[in-house]
């Protein structure tokens, strides 16, 4: 395989995992909506769609195969086409924790909510927001960008603790809220591992430049 039908290919594999966050992030707002908006039929699409991110994972995996089987590809190659499937298997993993949230959403769909849902969706919003700066570092090959996406894991860290801390006082205080309290403490907590495959992303970007594996979720 000649190299410039080589890189056209390698390219393709690039603009599919782009799609593949796009549908990721999408995935997450709608989550967050369908919750906020106690929306059962939003959240039912949400469920219905992780097919579309599963078949986009297998797609591309499978093209990286066949791409490393047709040609002995160099080392930055091979680097290239590993980061590319380790970020999908992130992706894949950030789409299915959207659908965690969906669930929770049908759940507790007819309950009405024991606090004001203000600290999820600013919760989600950086956290969208760190999808998509994630991707962008990793398009242009930013490892200063990733190095500053990281740090707001910590703002979602900080977040995430806060809602923990106000919703076990609240359940102390009155065990009527102990199962709202319990479903909204797990969407945080699948926010919060959304953010940490964001980090991973963040990494994949840095060891395709460097070289260097590092671990930014200490």
Do not use: W
């Not at 909506?33 to 078949?55: F, G, P, T």
């Not at 986009?56 to 680097?79: F, N, V």
């Not at 490892?143 to 006082?169: G, H, M």
Request: hydrophobic share 40%; aromatic share 6%; proline share 2%.
């Amino acid at each position: 395989m000649p190299r410039k039908i080589f890189d056209s290919h390698l390219e393709e594999l690039h603009v599919d995992l782009l799609r593949m966050g796009s549908m990721a992030e999408k995935q997450l707002f709608q989550s967050i909506e369908s919750l906020v908006n106690q929306d059962e039929a939003l959240a039912r699409k949400v469920i219905d769609n992780d097919d579309i991110v599963d078949d986009m994972q297998k797609d591309i995996e499978s093209k990286a195969i066949r791409l490393i089987a047709l040609q002995h590809p160099l080392a930055i190659d091979l680097r290239n086409i590993f980061t590319t499937t380790k970020i999908v298997t992130d992706l894949e993993r950030m789409a299915d924790h959207a659908v965690d949230i969906a669930k929770v959403t049908k759940r507790i769909k007819n309950e009405k909510p024991i606090k004001a849902l203000l600290d999820i969706p600013k919760m989600a919003s950086i956290v969208r927001e760190m999808i998509r700066e994630s991707l962008d570092a990793y398009v242009n090959a930013d490892v200063e960008r990733a190095y500053e996406i990281c740090k707001k894991d910590d703002e979602v860290d900080y977040i995430y603790k806060q809602v923990f801390s106000d919703l076990l006082l609240m359940m102390m205080e009155d065990p009527k809220t102990i199962n709202q309290a319990t479903q909204y403490i797990l969407i945080c907590k699948y926010l919060e591992r959304i953010a940490d495959h964001t980090t991973n992303i963040c990494e994949s970007t840095i060891y395709l430049v460097t070289g260097e594996q590092i671990d930014l979720n200490e």
